[in-house]
Nanobody
Framework: QVQLVESGGGLVQAGGSLRLSCAVS????????MGWFRQAPGKDRDFVAA????????SYGDFVKGRFTISRDNARVTVVLQMNYLTPEDTAVYYC?????????????????WGQGTQVTVSS
């Protein structure tokens, strides 16, 4: 089992930044991919970013456009999503997720474990 707990959400003005963290516990193996997704009311859950548990391979959703950065800390127990130049369109609940061996990193159904989510609200 893998447990994921997100933190760092909140209210920020357009153009501002937020740093989301995902505390990871449980059994994580080298093939795992850690992802961030987001879901706005009435919309599908969208892929934001992902990073391998081993190495530094990353992937980002098209809308990110260089504004967000995903990383792991040195102890590999936290996955961080640094979000800059936020816009009101970034308002959503952001979820951390873990996939043992995903074929498609941007597909929610490939991820077996999910956190409870953290709300990000960007005001104009």
């Amino acid at each position: 089992q893998v447990q994921l707990v997100e933190s760092g959400g909140g209210l920020v003005q357009a153009g501002g930044s937020l740093r989301l963290s995902c505390a990871v516990s449980g059994r994580i193996f080298g093939t795992y991919v850690m992802g961030w997704f987001r879901q706005a009311p009435g919309k599908d859950r969208d892929f934001v970013a992902a990073i391998t548990w081993v190495g530094r391979s990353t992937s980002y959703g098209d809308f990110v456009k260089g504004r967000f950065t995903i990383s792991r800390d040195n102890a590999r127990v936290t996955v961080v999503l640094q979000m800059n130049y936020l816009t009101p369109e970034d308002t959503a609940v952001y979820y951390c997720a873990a996939a043992p061996r995903p074929r498609m990193w941007n597909t929610p159904s490939e991820y077996d474990y999910w956190g409870q989510g953290t709300q990000v609200t960007v005001s104009s």
